[in-house]
């Protein structure tokens, strides 16, 4: 039996998660990360290449999952990594 939710819930839902995603450090981190790895075209495994850094610790952090340390943050964004094209 398939009881989908109606339409107007679902959508009440996204915003009510999306809203928790711009409050929440960890998805803004994440996001922006994301962000910045996908404009300069670059794959997590590259950035694991990069910084040593594992790519699965990479997802995590961009899915909210893990808060990294100030050196980390600075080890990604170093000219090694991110800055790179």
Do not use: W
């Amino acid at each position: 039996m398939n009881r989908e939710r109606p339409f107007s819930v679902q959508v009440g839902a996204l915003l009510v998660f999306q809203t928790a995603r711009r409050n929440n450090p960890a998805m803004i981190i994440g996001d922006r990360l994301r962000a910045l790895r996908e404009e300069k075209k670059l794959s997590q495994g590259d950035i694991e290449k990069r910084t040593g850094l594992l790519r699965c610790y990479i997802s995590r952090v961009e899915n909210g999952h893990t808060v990294p340390a100030i050196e980390i943050l600075e080890k990604i964004a170093s000219r090694r990594s991110v800055n790179r094209v």
